[in-house]
Protein backbone atom coordinates (compact mmCIF):
# COMPACT_ATOMS: atom_id res chain seq x y z
CA UNK A 1 0.00 0.00 0.00
CA UNK A 2 1.40 3.32 -1.21
CA UNK A 3 0.38 6.76 1.14
CA UNK A 4 0.31 7.62 4.54
CA UNK A 5 -0.66 4.08 5.86
CA UNK A 6 1.47 1.46 4.90
CA UNK A 7 1.54 -2.07 4.64
CA UNK A 8 0.23 -5.36 2.53
CA UNK A 9 -3.53 -6.30 1.75
CA UNK A 10 -4.07 -10.12 1.64
CA UNK A 11 -6.80 -11.24 -0.12
CA UNK A 12 -8.94 -14.53 -0.99
CA UNK A 13 -11.49 -14.99 -3.54
CA UNK A 14 -13.58 -17.82 -4.18
CA UNK A 15 -15.44 -19.09 -7.78
CA UNK A 16 -18.56 -20.27 -8.03
CA UNK A 17 -20.07 -22.74 -10.17
CA UNK A 18 -20.65 -20.40 -13.16
CA UNK A 19 -16.93 -19.56 -12.96
CA UNK A 20 -18.00 -16.39 -11.22
CA UNK A 21 -15.19 -14.90 -8.82
CA UNK A 22 -16.76 -13.35 -5.32
CA UNK A 23 -14.85 -11.78 -2.50
CA UNK A 24 -14.17 -14.16 0.33
CA UNK A 25 -11.63 -11.92 2.62
CA UNK A 26 -9.09 -9.49 2.85
CA UNK A 27 -6.32 -8.61 5.23
CA UNK A 28 -4.38 -5.17 5.55
CA UNK A 29 -0.76 -6.76 7.64
CA UNK A 30 2.20 -5.09 8.41
CA UNK A 31 4.23 -7.24 5.79
CA UNK A 32 3.86 -10.67 3.65
CA UNK A 33 5.74 -13.43 5.17
CA UNK A 34 4.79 -16.90 6.72
CA UNK A 35 3.00 -15.37 9.83
CA UNK A 36 0.64 -12.75 8.10
CA UNK A 37 -0.31 -15.58 5.54
CA UNK A 38 -0.54 -18.00 8.44
CA UNK A 39 -3.20 -15.65 10.31
CA UNK A 40 -4.90 -14.79 7.54
CA UNK A 41 -5.38 -18.54 6.24
CA UNK A 42 -5.98 -19.28 9.88
CA UNK A 43 -8.93 -16.59 10.03
CA UNK A 44 -10.45 -18.08 6.68
CA UNK A 45 -10.39 -21.30 7.62
CA UNK A 46 -11.93 -20.34 11.08
CA UNK A 47 -14.74 -18.55 9.32
CA UNK A 48 -15.31 -21.22 6.07
CA UNK A 49 -15.51 -23.96 8.53
CA UNK A 50 -12.38 -25.68 7.16
CA UNK A 51 -10.18 -28.37 8.87
CA UNK A 52 -6.71 -29.16 9.26
CA UNK A 53 -7.67 -32.03 6.99
CA UNK A 54 -9.84 -30.43 4.33
CA UNK A 55 -9.31 -31.05 0.68
CA UNK A 56 -9.30 -27.93 -1.44
CA UNK A 57 -6.97 -26.09 -3.79
CA UNK A 58 -5.03 -23.00 -3.78
CA UNK A 59 -4.43 -20.80 -6.42
CA UNK A 60 -2.26 -18.16 -6.29
CA UNK A 61 0.40 -16.05 -8.55
CA UNK A 62 4.08 -16.58 -9.00
CA UNK A 63 4.59 -14.27 -6.33
CA UNK A 64 8.49 -13.24 -6.04
CA UNK A 65 10.70 -15.97 -4.25
CA UNK A 66 10.28 -14.69 -0.68
CA UNK A 67 6.84 -14.25 -0.65
CA UNK A 68 5.82 -17.17 -2.20
CA UNK A 69 7.61 -19.37 0.19
CA UNK A 70 5.49 -17.51 3.38
CA UNK A 71 1.84 -18.53 1.47
CA UNK A 72 3.59 -21.86 0.31
CA UNK A 73 4.89 -22.27 3.63
CA UNK A 74 1.62 -21.28 5.55
CA UNK A 75 -0.66 -23.08 3.30
CA UNK A 76 1.46 -26.53 3.71
CA UNK A 77 1.69 -25.87 7.37
CA UNK A 78 -1.68 -24.82 8.01
CA UNK A 79 -4.28 -26.92 5.29
CA UNK A 80 -1.32 -30.18 4.11
CA UNK A 81 -4.25 -31.85 2.64
CA UNK A 82 -5.27 -28.93 0.49
CA UNK A 83 -3.86 -28.90 -3.54
CA UNK A 84 -1.02 -25.07 -4.09
CA UNK A 85 -1.46 -24.35 -7.52
CA UNK A 86 -0.30 -21.55 -9.73
CA UNK A 87 -2.35 -19.04 -12.07
CA UNK A 88 -2.51 -20.20 -15.56
CA UNK A 89 -2.70 -16.16 -16.50
CA UNK A 90 0.38 -16.07 -14.74
CA UNK A 91 2.09 -19.00 -15.80
CA UNK A 92 1.17 -17.77 -19.41
CA UNK A 93 2.42 -13.95 -18.68
CA UNK A 94 6.13 -15.47 -17.51
CA UNK A 95 6.01 -17.69 -20.92
CA UNK A 96 5.47 -15.17 -22.77
CA UNK A 97 8.85 -12.94 -21.79
CA UNK A 98 10.37 -15.81 -23.97
CA UNK A 99 8.07 -17.68 -26.09
CA UNK A 100 6.47 -15.00 -27.83
CA UNK A 101 4.84 -17.17 -30.81
CA UNK A 102 1.23 -17.48 -30.99
CA UNK A 103 1.47 -21.66 -30.98
CA UNK A 104 2.89 -21.87 -27.46
CA UNK A 105 -0.18 -19.60 -26.31
CA UNK A 106 -2.45 -21.89 -28.04
CA UNK A 107 -0.74 -24.94 -26.78
CA UNK A 108 -0.28 -23.57 -23.19
CA UNK A 109 -3.78 -22.93 -23.02
CA UNK A 110 -5.15 -26.56 -24.58
CA UNK A 111 -3.41 -28.13 -21.53
CA UNK A 112 -4.91 -25.54 -19.42
CA UNK A 113 -8.46 -27.04 -20.39
CA UNK A 114 -7.66 -30.49 -20.08
CA UNK A 115 -10.03 -32.30 -18.21
CA UNK A 116 -8.42 -35.58 -17.87
CA UNK A 117 -5.15 -36.07 -16.65
CA UNK A 118 -4.94 -38.99 -19.70
CA UNK A 119 -5.64 -35.62 -22.34
CA UNK A 120 -3.21 -33.60 -20.01
CA UNK A 121 -0.62 -35.63 -20.65
CA UNK A 122 -0.99 -35.78 -23.96
CA UNK A 123 -1.28 -32.53 -24.96
CA UNK A 124 2.10 -32.01 -22.55
CA UNK A 125 3.73 -34.89 -24.57
CA UNK A 126 2.86 -32.94 -27.88
CA UNK A 127 4.18 -29.58 -26.69
CA UNK A 128 7.75 -30.91 -25.61
CA UNK A 129 8.07 -32.41 -28.88
CA UNK A 130 7.20 -28.75 -29.87
CA UNK A 131 9.26 -27.45 -27.57
CA UNK A 132 11.40 -29.57 -24.64
CA UNK A 133 12.41 -26.19 -22.85
CA UNK A 134 8.72 -24.89 -22.70
CA UNK A 135 7.40 -27.63 -20.52
Not at 53 to 81: M, Y
Not at 108 to 133: G, N, R, V
Request: glycine content about 6%.
Amino acid sequence: MKGPFLGQVLSAVGLDSNNGIYPLAYGIVVSENTESWKWFLDNIGDDLDLGRNSNFTFISDRQKVKLEVGLHTAVEQLFPNAEHRYCIRHIHDNMRKRWRKTEYRDHLWKCALATTIPEFEHLMKEFSQYDKEAC
